[in-house]
């Protein structure tokens, strides 16, 4: 076990926990860290609208209704 995953189990953290997270750390060169990354473009959809008294929990209701709002017509 190396000192990293030693010093998270003497604060308390489950075994099998810290073997997991250890297990998704990437070990790469510094100069592969930080070079630029090509990221996905992300799909965002604007919702714009006015502030109306009548409808107060228009919060609610989208979040109710959102997976309506997430289906892409291809």
């Known amino acids: 076990m190396n000192h990293f995953q030693k010093r998270l189990t003497e604060r308390g953290y489950p075994i099998n926990f810290v073997e997991n997270v250890v297990s ?38 989208l979040i109710s209704k959102w997976h309506t709002t997430t289906k892409r017509n291809l």
């Not at 790469?28 to 409808?55: C, N």
């Open 24 to 61: 998704e750390i990437k070990h790469e060169e510094r100069k592969q860290s930080l070079a630029k990354k090509q990221k996905e473009p992300k799909w965002i959809l604007p919702f714009v609208t006015k502030l109306h008294p009548a409808v107060p929990n228009l919060k609610q209701i």
